[in-house]
């Protein structure tokens, strides 16, 4: 629906790529009957284009049932006839048959889209997009726990990319602002303190609890930032507006904006005294004296020999945006959106960098859809990654969930409850250990529910086992710290020999 495909045959292109118009809000139906929208981002915000999408799914569903039930509601207020059963003269001097539209193909124009063409297939080439249908679980199962279902996928993306890359990176989705005249978007930071406790507390050893209450707190800050972002309350568009108005005001002037280390090469500078302060630098502006003799000359002693000599307003690029803080906040690696409703199967869009992810996801009452992209960086494993965090959440939030909390499907732990004695004891399960040599029977040992869950996933989180995963905080504490000596890793072993082992290090 994006790119369309990009088949070339014989040095031909044969794709459907030169058929999209990726300036414009399209319209693309397929001949399986599959449709969707392709639209420019510029104009439009994704919300918008929903609304658009769902009341053609809504009107779709309506228009059947009215073919069931004449007296099925309509989504319109028009009760006006269908347009294909109009009379073609009631719509005035419109012509309502589609036609081919034909261009005059100048040899200019013919060489300006072989090249268009070719520039094209690089960029649809340069990108990859995975998808992710989780029927595991969706917005019924999050609200039943206690959770944001917004504040818990955004999470969800956080303990996946640290699981991979063991790093936090920036991560901006947008909150609408739309409540305001002219209102778009606020860039929520789902990047907080608590989020960073949280990715890092889950990848540790801890207990079950533990990592639950830190995705509580973690979701609930997310919330919260979501609330005053919604009010208009968030940092990134006031700063922005900022930059835009001194970026007017460099315009305006027909000046051209230097950095700061620009200005202390090429200017002079004084101090001067502000308010009783120290003194701070200020650059000396371009001044015309009169010598003696009446002419004029500049500062630098240079003779101008045009009296209305022009003077060029050098501007200082202003602190805040020289800041190294500034330039790391406007590179996104995780460009998230949460967009979509039953009317759409998947919503998604490219990365904003080039080693970044753009993930867009809709959160549905029993699943979750996720569309990630990427510059091919292993967006099918990071894919993976988040379906193994997803499944193993919902194993610890059922392991510490009470007794009575509400569930949407019984797992397996209330199916062993229900099958228990008179007595209230539960029988115990048991798993075939599986011996190393061939045709020697394995013995059965009685496991726990949470562990026969866990077990159920043959690798643990994106190929990795638990073992692995729980101490990836430790791995990533070692590789801080300096390595023994030669002399220290031999003390280490010959403190080793003739220690007694406990029977559970067996």
């Known amino acids: 629906m994006l790119c369309g495909t ?11 790529c030169t058929n999209r118009w990726y300036d414009k809000l399209q319209l693309i139906i397929c001949k399986n009957g599959s449709a969707g929208i392709n639209f420019e981002h510029t104009g439009v915000d994704g919300h918008t284009v929903l609304r ?12 059947y049932a009215k073919s069931i039930n004449g007296q099925a509601p309509s989504l319109w207020t028009s009760m006006s ?30 060489i300006a889209l072989r090249f268009a063409e070719t520039r094209l297939a690089d960029l649809i080439n340069q990108n990859e997009f995975q998808t992710l249908d989780f029927t595991g679980y969706g917005r019924n199962f999050i609200t039943s726990m206690g959770f944001s279902p917004d504040a818990f996928v955004q999470m969800a993306f956080q303990a996946a990319y640290y699981g991979l890359y063991g790093r936090i990176e920036n991560t901006y989705e947008p909150a609408m602002t739309k409540m305001f005249l002219h209102g778009r978007t606020e860039a929520i930071r789902s990047v907080t303190p608590e989020s960073a406790n949280f990715v890092r507390t889950f990848w540790a050893s801890e207990l079950a609890q533990k990592k639950i209450d830190a995705l509580k707190a973690a979701s609930q800050k997310h919330t919260a930032i979501t609330r005053d972002c919604s009010k208009a309350q968030g940092q990134d568009r006031h700063l922005y507006a900022l930059y ?20 202390h090469s090429s200017r002079d500078f004084s101090p001067i005294p502000t308010n009783g302060e120290e003194a701070t630098l200020k650059p000396i502006e371009e001044t015309h004296t009169h010598d003696h003799d009446g002419d004029k000359n500049d500062f630098n002693g240079r003779e101008s020999a045009n009296s209305m000599h022009r003077v060029t307003t050098v501007h200082q690029m202003p602190a805040l945006f020289t800041d190294p803080g500034w330039e790391k906040i406007n590179n996104t690696m995780l460009s998230t959106s949460n967009c979509g409703n039953p009317a759409l199967r998947h919503f998604g869009f490219g990365p904003v960098s080039g080693d970044g992810f753009g993930i867009g996801y809709i959160i549905k009452d029993d699943t979750l859809s996720v569309c990630a992209s990427s510059k091919h960086r292993q967006t099918r494993r990071f894919m993976d990654a988040l379906e193994a965090y997803l499944n193993e959440i919902k194993r610890l939030l059922k392991q510490t969930a009470p007794k009575d909390a509400p569930q949407g499907k019984a797992s397996r732990a209330r199916e062993i409850e229900e099958k228990a004695g008179k007595d209230g004891r539960i029988k115990s399960r048991g798993r075939i250990i599986k011996s190393a040599e061939k045709g020697q029977k394995g013995t059965e040992t009685p496991v726990s529910v949470a562990q026969t869950e866990a077990d159920d996933d043959e690798y643990g989180l994106d190929g990795y086992g638990f073992f692995d995963a729980g101490t990836l905080l430790q791995a990533l504490k070692k590789k801080e710290e300096p390595k023994p000596t030669p002399a220290e890793q031999i003390a280490q072993r010959k403190r080793a020999v003739g220690k007694k082992l406990a029977l559970t290090e067996y």
């Open 52 to 63: 658009f999408a769902s009341d053609v799914y809504t009107d779709t569903i309506l228009r």
């Open 6 to 16: 990009n088949e070339v045959v014989k040095g031909v292109q044969v794709g459907t």
């Open 244 to 263: 835009c108005v001194w970026q007017r005001q460099v315009n305006e002037e027909g000046a051209e904006p230097v950095s700061d280390s620009e200005m």
């Open 81 to 110: 006839p269908d347009p294909s059963k109009r009379d073609p003269e009631s719509f005035g001097d419109v012509s309502t048959t589609p036609h081919k539209l034909e261009w005059d193909m100048i040899p200019e124009l013919q």
